[in-house]
């Protein structure tokens, strides 16, 4: 759905063009066979690079699974492809070749690969609130394997180098590209459009899902962070909420109201989102004025809810594991994902826990450019809270929430995470009780051997 930049693209398949083809066939064999059985190029095109090129996304496939950053859940993989199946009722050719996957990666994106293979990140999944809106995205990605924009767009930096008198010329080149990268955008759209029509779905979902990728903030409601934490807290956090919040709630509206057109995307491989809602406006006018026009009646499917509340659990883990902890605490605080106390609580003190070393480690800039989803003010306000506190404060008030979890509920995540703010902010003797404490309690707990490590070292020190 989107990339960087056209040179990453180009770079990426320059790469694995060098690479010697007996060894890209022999690590590779099995993908390479797999891509080149689903990958038909167009008459005369060139031999080598047509292997290169299977190879590259032979590799790039590879990656994916072995590093296991695909969501491998049977469900998810069935519903997936059950829609895009719906889709292409009228394509059984295509069809075969289709593959849908759920990538565990928090950015708002998917991409589409010439073997027809699609890739839909969590990030981009969550953001759309019915199942229409991932069909129109799976509808998108389809019609660039339908109308093999890869493979066209390949063919158009050739020729584009072999007419260049300059060679060094690669900024010029490089935006002769991009005006057609943008035209398969629209193109894309267009097509999807009419997959979604023919599956029975509504049309005016396409703007919706378009609109997500126009403002990341949707993923999380307008809320007032400052005192929403403060409550659970206990802590009087809402004086660091100036009018900023309220000022960026009405600039959101305003947005969301009056989408502005952008001419700031002359240098992106994609259009500024407003204008392919802006063309897809017009085609959905084309579309209301056709007589006896198909009724669109498909609903969210009875999976649809479950497989959401699967996911927000999913893409849980996944900020938790990639240390995306301002996005954790992001997603516990809001009313969008229903998770269970213990689970809301416990995120929030690992998150809190964790930030507050990264204090102490002066690693507050690394941590903040981990954040790879852009929420607006709502990112801001919560980096505001929790980096506005000098280190001993802010290790004071993560220590009192975890006494105050502790108090409430003895488990043993609470627990353990107690111990160790009273390590952060009470220092090694108080701690070292508390964690043999700890193997009193939880003999065979799963953070039994972490404390006993905790406990040699004190001993040791």
């Known amino acids: 759905m989107k990339i960087k930049s056209a040179q990453t693209k180009l770079i990426l398949f320059t790469l694995c063009w060098a690479l010697l083809p007996s060894l890209i066939f022999s690590q590779n064999l099995n993908y390479y066979d797999e891509v080149k059985s689903n990958v038909s190029f167009p008459k005369g095109f060139d031999e080598n690079k047509s292997k290169q090129i299977i190879a590259t996304v032979a590799i790039e496939k590879q990656n994916l699974f072995k590093k296991g950053k695909l969501v491998t859940d049977q469900n998810w993989e069935v519903y997936l492809n059950a829609i895009a199946a719906k889709l292409l009722q009228n394509e059984p050719t295509l069809i075969r070749k289709i593959k849908v996957w759920c990538v565990k990666d928090l950015t708002a994106n998917a991409l589409s690969y010439i073997d027809g293979s699609i890739f839909i990140n969590q990030g981009l999944i969550i953001h759309l609130k019915t199942e229409s809106e991932i069909a129109f995205i799976i509808a998108h990605e389809i019609a660039h394997v339908m109308k093999q924009h ?56 396409a703007i919706q899902a378009l609109s997500v990728l126009h403002s990341d903030s949707s993923l999380y409601p307008r809320l007032n962070i400052a ?93 938790m594991e ?90 043993e995540d609470n627990y353990f995470y107690y111990a160790l703010c009273n390590e952060a902010y009470l220092g090694k003797q108080t701690s070292q009780i508390i964690f043999q404490n700890l193997l009193n309690k939880y003999p065979n707990g799963k953070y039994a051997i972490v404390a006993k490590q905790k406990l040699s070292q004190n001993e040791n020190k």
């Not at 584009?160 to 193109?187: C, P, Q, T």
């Not at 459009?193 to 599956?199: G, P, R």
């Not at 209301?288 to 009646?297: A, G, I, W």
């Not at 301002?326 to 809190?352: G, H, P």
Request: charge should be negative.
């Open 150 to 205: 890869a493979l066209k767009e390949i063919e158009l930096q050739n020729k584009i180098l072999a007419a260049e008198i300059n060679a060094d010329n690669y900024i010029g080149r490089n935006y002769r590209n991009l005006v057609h990268s943008k035209e398969n955008e629209y193109e894309a759209d267009g097509v999807a459009l009419k997959l979604i029509i023919q599956a029975g779905y509504q049309p005016n979902i």
């Open 322 to 411: 990639d240390f995306e902890y301002q996005t954790a605490i992001m997603l516990v605080l809001t009313n969008t994902f229903q998770f269970e106390q213990d689970v809301r609580n416990i995120t929030l003190l690992k998150s809190l826990y964790f930030i507050a070393q990264s204090k102490e480690n002066k690693y507050d800039e690394e941590l903040l450019n981990k954040c790879t989803i852009t929420v607006d003010s709502n990112l801001i306000d919560i980096n505001k809270i929790v980096y506005s506190y000098n280190t001993d404060k802010f290790k004071k008030l993560v220590y009192g929430y975890a006494k105050k979890l502790v108090d409430q509920k003895q488990n």
């Open 227 to 319: 005192q929403t934490l403060g409550q659970l807290l206990n802590n009087p956090l809402t004086q660091l909420d100036s009018t900023e919040w309220i000022k960026s709630k009405k600039r959101d509206e305003k947005v969301l109201l009056n989408i502005q057109v952008s001419s700031e995307d002359q240098f992106e491989t994609h259009p500024d989102i407003s204008k392919r809602i802006i063309s897809l406006r017009e085609q959905l006018e084309i579309y209301d004025k056709v007589e006896n026009s198909q009724l669109y009646q498909i609903k969210d499917s009875v999976q649809f809810r479950s497989i959401q509340r699967q996911l927000s659990q999913s893409v849980l883990t996944t900020a």
